[in-house]
């Protein structure tokens, strides 16, 4: 795995792309001299090694998608998935028309992981698409506990199948922490839905720790080490440890210290 290209090394490789691909179906389609077809081979495998740097460089997307979607990489479906919808942008990806291939590929790599979730789930295409609708109300505001009426009111479905997908998504959280976590030494096992846990508690951990509450809530129930969590968020390991050194600190030192403190031991 490569370090992620800017976007002058990526438009560096589109036209090395382009002319190995057509080197390669110029020497598929016609007979042409000894020399022509040694120009042409050349052309193929810059091409290719091309298109390996571009495919190496953006590897690191498939590990991020997972990781946001909640699971652990080490999902060796997930990881499956998203590499093929990774190869699969390769080949379909057109240099010509101007786009970033990592904004490209984020879409199949996005596409065949959700697809694997869903089969892993036992859920069909429309109850997907209702549990990911359903996901981005959630995270649209942390700190708010959404009723039933709420979520069917901006699903537009009824109360009843409201009830149901917020059924299917939390059996879908559950899924994502049934493995053990032998890199901590501990059981995993799914944190508090931040819609199910208390508004003051919420509430209280966004003003103290700001942009980094996500972070916190991560760490602070082991479903993502540091490490994973600074690679989600493209800082470094330190830096990410220094951000959240500073959240606990205002956490500890807060004047609801003692009363989260509770909270988090009852959990």
């Not at 966004?206 to 993502?224: E, I, N, P």
């Not at 003692?258 to 009852?266: H, K, S």
Request: charged letters at 30%; hydrophobic letters at 40%.
């Amino acid at each position: 795995m490569l370090e992620p290209l800017s976007i002058d090394e990526e438009r560096a490789l589109l036209p090395l792309i382009t002319r190995g691909r057509e080197a390669a179906r110029r020497l598929e389609q016609t007979d042409v001299d000894a020399a022509t077809q040694r120009a042409l081979r050349r052309e193929r495998e810059e091409g290719q090694r091309a298109e390996s740097t571009l495919l190496r460089a953006t590897c690191g997307l498939v590990r991020l998608r997972v990781l946001e979607r909640g699971y652990r990489f080490g999902n060796d479906e997930l990881e499956a998935a998203g590499v093929e919808g990774l190869v699969n942008a390769l080949h379909r990806f057109d240099p010509e028309k101007g786009n970033r291939f990592s904004t490209y590929a984020n879409y199949w790599i996005m596409k065949l992981v959700n697809q694997a979730i869903r089969q892993q789930a036992g859920l069909t295409e429309s109850e997907m698409q209702y549990v990911l609708q359903l996901q981005k109300l959630l995270r649209g505001d942390l700190a708010k506990r959404f009723s039933i009426k709420e979520i069917a009111a901006a699903l537009g479905v009824s109360l009843t199948k409201a009830r149901d997908i917020v059924q299917m998504n939390h059996d879908l959280v559950n899924r994502r922490f049934e493995s053990t976590d032998f890199e901590r030494g501990v059981e995993s096992s799914a944190p508090p839905d931040v819609n199910e846990a208390p508004q003051w508690v919420i509430g209280e951990l966004r003003r103290l720790c700001g942009d980094d509450f996500d972070a916190f809530w991560q760490y602070a129930f082991h479903t993502m080490s540091i490490e994973e969590i600074a690679k989600s968020r493209g800082i470094s390991r330190q830096a990410m440890s220094k951000r959240l050194e500073k959240s606990r600190t205002a956490v500890r030192e807060s004047a609801e210290a003692a009363r989260l403190q509770a909270w988090f031991d009852a959990q």
